[in-house]
């Protein structure tokens, strides 16, 4: 097991001086392959808290993770100096807002900057460089640019080759999607999931879009008032009586056939996923 979360609890302190729970008791396991998470929730329920805690940018009020074998509490480095920077290695973190990733004048001198910092050799991160922004959608001559003139979508895709530049083990994405076209939004789901399938490499992606995670997950964490409420798959998610009670949205393909079966007075004995297979449910019942 990669990631292990045992009864982590963490509190924001508040103006009035009292401390604000963002994760209750949150007990959770993550591969170290083979899985490609969605985490959903409504905003403040805690789900940026908790992937900070994967790769030890936030340490549990109470409780611990185990990130790859090293035991972080509260007051880890109390006693024994733990070197963080080979987890943080190993489990790549690309926050919401790209901004906050983004320091140096050229985008090349951006992406280079994780891998340098672990070690890796000048000549080597930019050849890395350079295959991770054609991954990511842009060419090689936006490395010579600088990442404060690019557009809004142009530096969410920067931010995002610069983690991949690190190669890490399991890739968490903050919101990678949002701000995004939809051609640029499944342009880069696709990334993704090949990443996920080619490499098997564990993906973690927070999102509010239920088609995405109805399309891609192949499990789903949905955080509510800073607690883990729902580790399963989609299916079983939507068809939860508590997506009411967790205030999320259904997937439109779910909210299409859902109004056909209201319609046409039918039921399907499974839901689709798509519109192909939509059709080939309707060819069986009319």
């Known amino acids: 097991m990669a990631i292990k979360f ?15 729970s963002a994760l209750e008791n949150i007990d959770l396991e993550i591969s170290e392959k083979g899985e490609f998470i969605t985490l959903i929730g409504e905003t403040g ?14 340490r549990p009020a109470t ?5 790859y074998g090293i035991k972080i509490q509260k007051n880890t480095n109390k006693n024994k100096k733990i070197k963080l920077n080979p987890l943080r290695q ?6 919401q807002f790209p ?6 004048e050229t985008v090349l001198k951006d992406i280079i900057f994780g891998p340098k910092n672990f070690g890796v050799k000048e000549d080597v991160a930019i050849e890395r460089a350079k295959e991770v922004i054609k991954l990511v959608g842009l ?5 010579e640019r600088s990442p404060f003139n690019l557009s809004g979508g142009e530096k969410k895709r920067v931010s995002i080759a610069g983690i991949l530049a690190m190669e890490p083990d399991i890739l968490v994405l903050d919101e990678p999607t949002s701000g995004l076209d939809p051609k640029g939004r499944d342009a880069l789901l696709e990334l993704f999931t090949e990443i ?38 989609a299916s079983e998610l939507f068809k939860s009586e508590n997506i009411v009670k967790w205030n999320l949205d259904l997937p439109d393909i779910i909210e299409i056939t859902n109004q056909l079966e209201k319609k046409l007075d039918i039921s399907f004995n499974t839901k689709p996923h798509n519109v192909d297979e939509l059709f080939k449910l309707m060819k069986g019942v009319l």
């Open 6 to 20: 045992e009864q982590v609890n963490y509190l924001y302190p508040s103006f009035d001086g009292s401390n604000f």
């Open 90 to 95: 190993k489990v790549g973190l690309v926050f």
């Open 63 to 67: 409780g611990s993770v185990t990130i």
């Open 196 to 233: 996920h399938k080619k490499l098997d490499k564990t993906v973690i992606i927070i999102t509010h879009d239920m088609n995405t995670v109805y399309k891609y997950a192949t499990r789903v964490l949905v955080m509510h008032d800073s607690e883990l409420v729902f580790d399963g798959n």
């Open 45 to 58: 329920s805690g789900k940026s808290t908790l992937v900070q805690h994967m790769n030890a940018l936030l």
């Open 99 to 104: 901004e906050y990733q983004l320091f140096e």
């Open 139 to 143: 060419t090689e001559e936006y490395l």
